[in-house]
T-cell receptor, first 112, second 114 residues
Framework: SQKIEQNSEALNIQEGKTATLTCNYT??????LQWYRQDPGRGPVFLLL?????KEKRKERLKVTFDTTLKQSLFHITASQPADSATYLC???????????FGRGTSLIVHP | GAGVSQSPSNKVTEKGKDVELRCDPI?????LYWYRQSLGQGLEFLIY????????KSGLPSDRFSAERTGGSVSTLTIQRTQQEDSAVYLC????????????FGEGSRLTVL
């Protein structure tokens, strides 16, 4: 079955730097991928969707890439700010399921 | 309202009592999901409703858990004879459709079982 691997350890970076988070798939490369952000005590918020035929998607300071050969998606935040500190999630859907499976995500901490 | 609304936001109950958690999805969204999240853990899928189809209950952890969705809109998650391990944040999400549609989450209902 499909598994998602995200860094379990928190990513600490300095304000102004680019944060890069990784989402690896252990089995097959999905047809599309979504990224969410979750702040403590709140529900996740959708950020971006990228499809398998798209190499890259951008939204303001956010950029997502999708490498179907490596079965990997990278999520970049440029000019990071302390307000970007949160947990970032890349859920997947198993086979033809409509149910997203969320892992623990990766915690990003941006230091001023 | 514009977003997914959940109530209560906080619920403290005694072990063995029944609780009901409510979710009011975004109007027009046909898909509705329930997840729960324990402290420091990822989201655990509970149940999925899509339109008038039979719900996918494959994530419900025991027969003490049940959910219904009336009129294709509001959903209620019921936990009978609560146990301490049921303590968690229960999150509801809705989506315009299943498939690639993004999920819109509510703020969650924090359940504490004493």
């Amino acid at each position: 079955s499909q598994k998602i691997e995200q860094n379990s350890e928190a990513l600490n970076i300095q304000e102004g730097k680019t944060a890069t988070l990784t989402c690896n798939y252990t089995n097959y490369s999905p047809a599309y991928l979504q990224w969410y952000r979750q702040d403590p005590g709140r529900g996740p918020v959708f950020l971006l969707l990228i499809r398998e035929n798209e190499k890259e998607k951008r939204k303001e300071r956010l950029k997502v890439t999708f490498d179907t050969t490596l079965k990997q998606s990278l999520f970049h935040i440029t000019a990071s700010q302390p307000a970007d500190s949160a947990t970032y999630l890349c859920p997947y859907r198993e086979g033809g399921s409509y149910i997203p499976t969320f892992g623990r995500g990766t915690s990003l901490i941006v230091h001023p | 309202g514009a977003g997914v609304s959940q109530s209560p936001s906080n619920k403290v109950t005694e072990k063995g009592k029944d609780v009901e958690l409510r979710c009011d999805p975004i109007s027009g969204h046909t898909a509705l999901y329930w997840y729960r999240q324990s402290l420091g853990q990822g989201l655990e899928f509970l149940i999925y409703f899509q339109g008038n189809s039979a719900p996918d209950k494959s994530g419900l952890p025991s027969d003490r858990f049940s959910a219904e969705r009336t009129g294709g809109s509001v959903s209620t998650l019921t936990i009978q004879r609560t146990q301490q391990e049921d303590s968690a944040v229960y999150l509801c999400a809705s989506s315009l459709r299943g498939g690639t549609g993004e999920l819109f989450f509510g703020e969650g209902s924090r359940l504490t079982v004493l």
